[in-house]
């Protein structure tokens, strides 16, 4: 009977542990990881490629941003600033950039970052870079020193510090023996605060602190895309979780310290958990509409107005954005340095039905379809295009949405006809600048479809004026332009909701998580 | 025996074949193609021309899919366009998350099915019997990803005994992996329980009143051997039936559980592959999903046998 009892209990205890084990795990991981300095930052897609100079996309720079560095990067107000370059020197002609490079900079591999690896890099960024236009005025690469590459420009670009810059796709600097290989077969070495551990796809990317990062102590601080960067944490996993109430729920539970990007409804419930910290990242993109200028009725400028004048721009960001969003109507955010005043102001969410009205008889409108094409992958671009519809038939436009999904949208999009109106965010190119901005509105593929002679002229002058303040001017002459022909219209400025847990220091919200100089507050 | 498998592995390919065929024909439809992915946002007409001739998509439809059959005749479903590997590997790779939670999802369904509608069965017309339908009535209504997140803030939120989504493979750890995936599986799970429950309730109720189930009772047999072994033995017959049906629908429903859960199985392998127009991915994870689901309607045909001795001497 005793026996009996006592293997009783010890079967109870047994299985007692093994429930706990079983549910008990989730809180001793969360405190585990806490303790044990390891980020979870969470995303809702997958990195299309971890090889960073080949991606345009947000998801990868997400992560590679904390991977690899550039030569040059934008400061925390938008100016080239050097990163693992020391400095550019250039010559009066404008034609010759010798840029001397850090010393002493180690890759992941160990091996010390060298000008072969820099000209090797940039040569392999001229095959296969995701902006490869932003290399094209360089005609030659050289190595002028151990640490110290030239570059010999084909004409005077005054533009090119800015669109070297450009994190759009990185001109990351990786080994010269790494630089040799195709596109996607790289090892993943760079030389930032955090290097590769493991790439999962729709799982995670983990990366570990680099011991023997070199920090750039020409600063005291992070700066934008530079600066002085230490790594706190000792691992970083980037997690994808397509689901948002499930990465809200990640959050809840500190399985997950800090979600890239949050319902703005969940956002307002959870101001009141004294667990978690809400950051606005503001702004972030601007929602644009932009017609076909090769296809009736929008081929006709005075019905391109009439549009413009119909919008009720408030009411479609308020849709579209949930609430988090910001009206303006200059085509580079206000109070930055191209920033044009009130230029066209006067043209911006004026809804006025009467207006439209007389300028759609003006242009002789008949009620033929108009086909507004968006896309069910980027809410906000559908949001906007089923408010943007109902007020353009508000004034007698015959408007069809046609919601189809993001690689049709492209398609439909290049094509002269069969669309005529587009919902696009555009997200890097505002930041980047007036050049990355009204690049993709001339040239071989405008957004459009039709080339507007002035727009282009303007483009032109644009990136042969010196000087910042001569740019300036042109940029407002853009402006203007812009608002004259109605190619596009700006709706307005949405932001993004991201959130953290509270013991999440040192987070600033930024075009990528940096999340170097973050640490977790220790309880 | 040996023949009878031969047969039934045969009598698939006409099948696998259907379904390859559909699927060239809705990639031949849908519009955009991967070239945009591939060469960059900022890449020229020529250059994407050029990528798509280099894959072969500029070829007719008809030559492209003769090719895909030729190599699949050598055993090579190709290579991925983006992920920079061969189809079978990356879609292997993922098999385990999806058999896994396709396969807790079948036993949960079948065992807490089965135990309701007993339960119901035995207890016909009392609350017992309402409850047991109730609740089989709710699992039959409730969309899975709805319920899936009620778990999480339930089990997960509230509670904190269970992960909110992310996959453990068993091989790293046993009890990492039921915690990921008990949630998932009791997602994906509900809905089938509920239709398992009224099978094998009605299925019961039908048997117990056979006339050798009378005798059996009347012999003086215990009631529960005359539940467990004769009535239940002979009930099960059409819920094996729909076990077959069923892992389709739950392999089905795993591309939705996988996405809330987070999980890194086949179903989201292929969404994202349609999203990005990676065909051969598209092409292969299709395949290997529907021969999974042939595969097991195979080991149905020969459960029958086991269970029904009919079958197996007519087989």
């Known amino acids: 009977m005793l026996r009996t009892s006592r293997l009783r209990l010890i ?104 000008a072969e690896d820099v000209k090797a890099s940039l040569d392999r960024y001229k095959k296969v870079g995701g902006t490869q236009t932003m290399l094209a005025p360089v005609e030659s690469i050289d190595v002028t020193g151990p640490y110290e590459v030239t570059l010999r420009l084909s004409e005077p670009t005054p533009t090119f510090m800015e669109s070297f810059a450009s994190p759009r796709a990185p001109a990351v600097i990786i080994p010269a023996e790494e630089a040799a290989k195709e596109p996607n077969k790289i090892s993943f070495i760079g030389t930032g605060p955090y290097k590769f551990v493991e790439y999962v796809p729709d799982s995670h990317v983990k990366l570990e602190r680099f011991k023997d990062y070199v920090p750039n102590e020409d600063y005291k601080d992070i700066d934008g895309f530079g600066g002085k960067k230490t790594a706190y944490l000792d691992t970083i996993t980037f997690r994808v979780i397509p689901e948002a109430g499930a990465a809200v729920a990640a959050l809840e539970t500190g399985e997950v310290q800090v979600l890239e990007q949050i319902p703005v409804p969940t956002a307002r419930r959870l101001a009141s958990n004294p667990d978690i910290k809400t950051y606005e990242n503001m702004p972030w993109a601007f929602l644009t509409f932009i017609m076909n200028m ?66 759609l008889k003006e242009a002789g409108y008949n009620g033929e379809p108009f086909s507004l094409l968006t896309d069910s992958n980027i809410p906000e671009h559908g949001k906007a295009a089923v408010v943007i519809a109902e007020q353009l038939k508000a004034v007698g436009i015959n408007a069809v949405v046609n919601q189809v999904d993001w690689p049709t949208a492209l398609k439909i999009r290049l094509q002269d006809s069969g669309w005529n109106g587009w919902t696009l965010a555009m997200g890097i190119e505002p930041y980047l600048g007036p050049a990355a901005l009204i690049s993709t509105l001339t040239g071989a593929a405008p957004h459009f479809r039709a080339n507007d002679p002035e727009l282009d002229a303007l483009y032109k002058e644009l990136i042969t004026t010196d000087g910042v303040d001569g740019r300036k001017a042109v940029f407002a002459k853009i402006q203007k332009r812009l608002y004259e022909f109605f190619g596009i219209v700006k709706v307005g400025e949405t932001g993004l909701m991201q959130a953290a847990r509270a013991n999440v220091q040192g987070f600033k919200p930024f075009r990528f998580p940096r999340l170097y100089n973050v640490w977790l507050e220790k309880k | 025996m040996i023949g009878f498998l031969a047969r039934r592995l045969l009598s698939a390919l006409p099948v696998l074949l259907v379904v390859s065929l559909v699927s060239f024909v809705i990639i031949a439809i849908v519009p955009g193609d991967v070239t945009a992915e591939i060469a960059g946002a900022d890449s020229t007409e020529a250059q994407r021309a050029e990528i798509r001739e280099r894959l072969g998509l500029d070829k007719p439809m008809v030559e492209q899919a003769l090719r895909w059959y030729g190599r699949l005749l050598q055993g090579d479903l190709g290579q991925s366009y983006l992920l920079n590997r061969p189809v079978t590997e990356a879609v292997l790779e993922r098999l385990p998350v999806t058999l896994s939670l396709a396969g807790l999802a079948l036993v949960m369904a079948v065992a807490l099915g089965v135990l309701l509608g007993i339960l119901a069965a035995i207890r016909h017309g009392t609350w017992l019997d309402q409850g047991s339908m109730s609740l089989a009535l709710f699992g039959l209504s409730i969309p899975d990803f709805w319920f899936g997140l009620i778990l999480i803030v339930v089990f997960s939120v509230q509670l904190g005994w269970l992960p909110t989504g992310g996959y453990v493979p068993a091989s790293e750890s046993i009890v990492g992996w039921a915690r990921s995936m ?134």
């Open chain 1, 11 to 114: 079967r109870r205890a047994f299985l007692a542990a093994a429930a706990g084990a079983f549910i008990g795990l989730s809180a001793w991981t969360a405190m585990a990881q806490t303790a044990g300095g390891d980020l979870v930052f969470v995303q809702n897609s997958n990195p299309p490629s971890l090889d960073a100079m080949v991606t345009t996309s947000q998801a990868s720079r997400n992560i590679t941003m904390n991977m690899y560095e550039t030569l040059f990067g934008f400061s925390e107000d938008i100016r080239p600033i050097p990163i693992l370059a020391k400095s550019v020197d250039i010559s009066p002609d404008g034609k010759t950039y010798r840029i001397p490079l850090r010393e002493g900079v180690k890759f992941h591999n160990g091996k010390e970052m060298k």
């Open chain 1, 294 to 359: 090769k296809a009736a009725p929008t081929d006709n400028v005075k019905f391109r107005e009439a549009v413009a004048l119909a919008l009720n721009d408030e009411e479609v960001m308020a849709i579209a954005t949930e609430g988090l969003f910001n009206l303006y109507h200059g085509w580079m955010y206000e109070g930055s340095t191209y920033d044009a005043g009130d230029i066209g102001k006067e043209f911006y969410n004026v809804h006025d039905a009467e207006r439209a009205k007389a300028l």
């Open chain 2, 182 to 315: 008990t949630l998932p599986a009791l997602a994906l799970a509900i809905t089938q329980m509920g239709v398992v429950a009224r099978m094998t309730r009605a299925s019961m109720l039908e048997v117990m009143g056979e006339d050798y189930i009378r005798t059996a009772r009347a012999k003086g047999m215990r009631r529960h051997v005359v539940i467990f072994k004769h009535a239940l033995r002979n009930a099960l017959i059409p819920i094996v039936t729909v076990v077959g049906v069923m892992t389709g629908v739950l392999l089905g429903g795993a591309v939705v559980i996988e996405s809330v859960f987070s999980l890194p199985g086949v179903g989201r392998l292929i969404i994202g592959a349609i999203q990005r127009r990676d065909y051969p991915i598209i092409q292969g994870g299709l395949l290997i999903t529907a021969a999974t689901f042939v595969f097991v309607n195979i080991l149905v045909d020969l459960a029958y046998g086991w269970l029904d001795p009919r079958v197996r001497n007519d087989g």
